[in-house]
C-alpha cells in the first residue's frame, strides 16, 4: 500500500492543472460565499437570512463542482492516455490501487476544503456585520467556538472529501471524463431542481432526504434543526452511502473489465 500511494502521489502532483483546480476550490468556494454574504442585507426583519452560518458557506454549492472535476480528472486521464496499463502493471491488485487512489484524492479535497470553508467563514465574520447581522438584530458573531458554527464548517469539509468519493467511483466505473463530471453534476444539481417541479409537499421532502447534494448540505444548517427535511449528520450520511455505493460500482468494474 505504501508504494501504491507513493505512485498515486506522485502522478496526482504531476498531473497538469491539479495545483490550479486545488485553488480553484478553495477561490470559487470563498468568493461565491463571499458575494452571497455581501448581497443579502439585514436591513428589515423580512430581508435577513436565517442562518448567517449557512449563508456563510454558500459557495460549497459551486465549489463541489470543481472537486469532482478534480476527481474525475485524476482517473479519467489515466484512460485516456494509457497510462492506466503501465498503473495496473505495477499494481496489479486493482482494489489497492483504487484504494491508494481515494486516499490521496480525498487528502487533497479536505485540505483544500478546509481552506475554502475556514476563509469562507472567515469572510461571513468579517463581511454580515456590515450588512446589519449584529447581536443588536439577534446574530452572534460567527465563532468556532460555537458548536453548531464548528460542526457546519468541519462538516463542509467532510462534505467536500466525500464529493471527491463519488465523483472518483463514478469516473472509476464510466471513464470518459465528460460522461463522469455530467453523471456526478446531474446527481448533485438535478435533484434540486426537480424538487422545485413538485407540488406534493411528501415527495418534495422526501427527494430532499436522498439526493447526494440537499441532504449533504443540511451538515451547514445552525438554526432551525427541527424543520430539515433530515438531520445533519444523517443527511452526511446519505452522501456518505452515495459515496460508498460508487466506489463499489466503480470498484467492481476495475476488477473484472479489462483496462
Partial sequence: MTSALSAEWTKIRTLPGTGWLLLGVVLVTVTVSAGASRALSCTSS?????????????????????????????????????MIRTTLAAVPRRTVMLTAKAIVITTLALAAGAVAAF?????????????????????????????AVLRATAGTVLYLGLIA????????????????????????????????????????????????????????????LSTLPISPWAGLGVLAAWAAAALLAGGLLLRFRDA
Fill in 165 to 224: 468519493l463519488l465523483s472518483l467511483g463514478i469516473a472509476t466505473a464510466v471513464r470518459d471524463a465528460a460522461v463522469a463530471i455530467g453523471i456526478v453534476l446531474g446527481l448533485l444539481y438535478l435533484f434540486p431542481v426537480l424538487g422545485l417541479a413538485v407540488t406534493s409537499p411528501d415527495w418534495h421532502r422526501h427527494l430532499q432526504q436522498i439526493a447526494p447534494m440537499t441532504a449533504g448540505l443540511e451538515i451547514q444548517d445552525s438554526t432551525g
Fill in 46 to 82: 423580512s430581508a435577513c437570512h436565517p442562518d448567517i452560518t449557512q449563508l456563510s458557506l454558500t459557495g460549497t454549492d459551486v465549489g463541489q463542482a470543481v472537486v469532482a472535476v478534480l476527481a474525475v480528472v485524476a482517473v479519467t486521464g489515466e484512460y485516456a492516455t494509457g
Fill in 119 to 147: 476563509g469562507s467563514l472567515l469572510a461571513g465574520r468579517l463581511i454580515l456585520p456590515a450588512q446589519g447581522y449584529t447581536p443588536a438584530h439577534g446574530y452572534p458573531d460567527l465563532s468556532l467556538a460555537d458548536p
